[in-house]
């Protein structure tokens, strides 16, 4: 079956950096997404990656490795702002999303 | 900006009431998702549609049913409502490129409680 692991919960200090890491299983393989979704809002996109390697975006970076189907969101230089839950979700071969239940991320001051 | 609105953000119904969920985009999008949202559970696909007038089942379509008569347009209705669908939705849209899926733009959600 089709599976997307991330842990459910992470707790970091304001200032530092916290890795949330993705593991998938899927049949065939089109790209990972991450979404951050503040509670009560709409997950809003935060990066794609279909190519093995990392990916830099500001604060945010996205790394993939395919032939591990392993994938992690960095946050670098935590803000209280990014307070959210962070969705992982993978493109199978269809071209459907497979999705994450998602980590809540808690940041401390 | 793309837009995607839901015309409710919260609703109370009763078992057994007739319920529709109307989400509107206005990119021109040509894919648009219909999606709950439970704690603990990632979010599952009920119904996804192409175009206009096409429709495909999602991983959960049992339940509910959608509409699509025009393209910026998706609506879906819970035909008999039961306690079980008491939960989040999600709207969304993207556009249409089969080489790769498009990033998907969500509505703000509609939290419906089902007593």
């Known amino acids: 079956g089709q599976n997307i692991d991330q842990p459910t919960e992470m707790t970091a200090t304001e200032g530092a950096i916290v890795q949330i890491n993705c593991t998938y299983q899927?049949?065939?393989?089109?790209?990972l997404f991450w979404y951050q979704q503040h509670a009560g809002e709409a997950p809003t996109f935060l990066s794609y990656?279909?190519l093995d390697g990392l990916e830099e975006k500001g604060r945010f970076s996205s790394f993939l490795s395919r032939s591990k189907g392993y994938s992690y969101l960095l946050l670098k230089e935590l803000q209280m702002k990014d307070s959210a839950s962070y969705l992982c979700?993978?493109?199978?071969?269809?071209?459907?999303?497979?999705w994450g239940a998602g980590t809540k991320l808690i940041i401390k001051p | 900006d793309v837009k995607v609105t839901q015309s409710s953000r919260y609703l109370v119904k009763r078992t057994g009431e007739k319920v529709f969920l109307e989400c509107v985009q206005d990119?021109?999008?040509?894919?648009m998702f219909w999606y709950r949202q439970d704690p603990g559970l990632g979010l599952r696909l009920i119904y996804f549609?192409?175009?206009?007038?096409?429709?495909e089942k999602g991983d959960i379509p049992e339940g509910y049913s959608v509409s699509r008569e025009k393209k910026e347009r998706f609506s879906l209705i819970l035909e008999s409502a039961s306690t079980n669908q008491t939960s989040m939705y999600l709207c969304?849209?993207?556009?249409?490129?089969?080489?790769?899926?498009?990033?998907?733009?969500f509505g703000p959600g509609t939290r419906l409680l089902v007593l």
């Open positions: 969304a849209s993207s556009l249409l490129e089969r080489e790769r899926m498009e990033t998907q733009y």
């Open positions: 990119m021109d999008h040509e894919n």
């Open positions: 979700a993978a493109l199978d071969s269809n071209y459907q999303l497979i």
């Open positions: 899927t049949s065939g393989f089109n790209g």
């Open positions: 549609s192409y175009d206009v007038k096409m429709k």
């Open positions: 990656n279909v």
